[in-house]
């Protein structure tokens, strides 16, 4: 067997391992890229949220507190129940009768006399205890609920001595949505109705002045349509 070299093509080798000398730099220097450059990923928008059909709640009506002027012959006689009564404030006080005036109602409508004591003078309480125990004794019941109070609004004030002891009045005109109905003991309807209605009321409050008074406070003493 000829092992001669003569024909070997020593050219062709050499050009050969230029050729991969040069293909391992070019690599080093640039990197790797085998196959089809990869596209770039599209960035996906981010999901809109559930959207839950219906409509908003309507917000709850304001209520409108009247306190006369200052100047006025009703906001001077409240200027002088706050010197006597130094926590006294007409739009504070005003407030306190829209609670009194929701506990009152509802108490009178369930017959909760022993919160009408609280509230009430005692000349107020027995005109209340005896429509309730007419109503009681005729099997009637009373529905009576306060949805909304759209004004509350001081219109007449007095400062009275009266045994000894000074006495503040206030009468407090009161436009109020309601739901005011009697039924008998078949359920049947007597009076008013289940129906939202408004209602103008003229409350009447009083208290003894005096910081040495035990116990005073704020109570119906009347009460009227206005």
Known sequence: MDFSFSHFPFDLVLFGLI??????????????????????????????????EGRAEAPAPLTDYDVPAPETRVGQVLGEIARRERDFVPAQFLKGVETSFRQIVQAFGT??????????????????????????????????????????????????????????????????????????????????????????DLWTFERLLGAAVSGAAWRLAASRSA
């Open 19 to 52: 050729a991969a000398f040069l293909a391992l730099r070019l690599r080093s220097i640039l990197g790797t890229r085998v196959g089809a450059e990869p596209r770039p990923q599209p960035v996906s928008a981010p999901r809109p949220g559930p959207v839950i």
């Open 111 to 200: 017959g909760d006399v022993a919160l009408l004591r609280e509230r009430l003078t005692a000349n107020a309480l027995a005109a209340f205890e005896g429509a309730i125990r007419s109503r009681e004794q005729l099997g009637e019941t009373q529905k009576a609920e306060v949805r909304a109070i759209a004004s509350l609004a001081i219109v007449d004030a007095a400062v009275e001595e009266r045994d000894g002891a000074a006495h503040a009045r206030i009468d407090v005109r009161i436009v109020s949505d309601q739901i005011s109905l009697t039924l008998d003991k078949d359920g049947q309807p007597v009076s008013g109705t289940d129906s939202v209605t408004e209602f103008s």
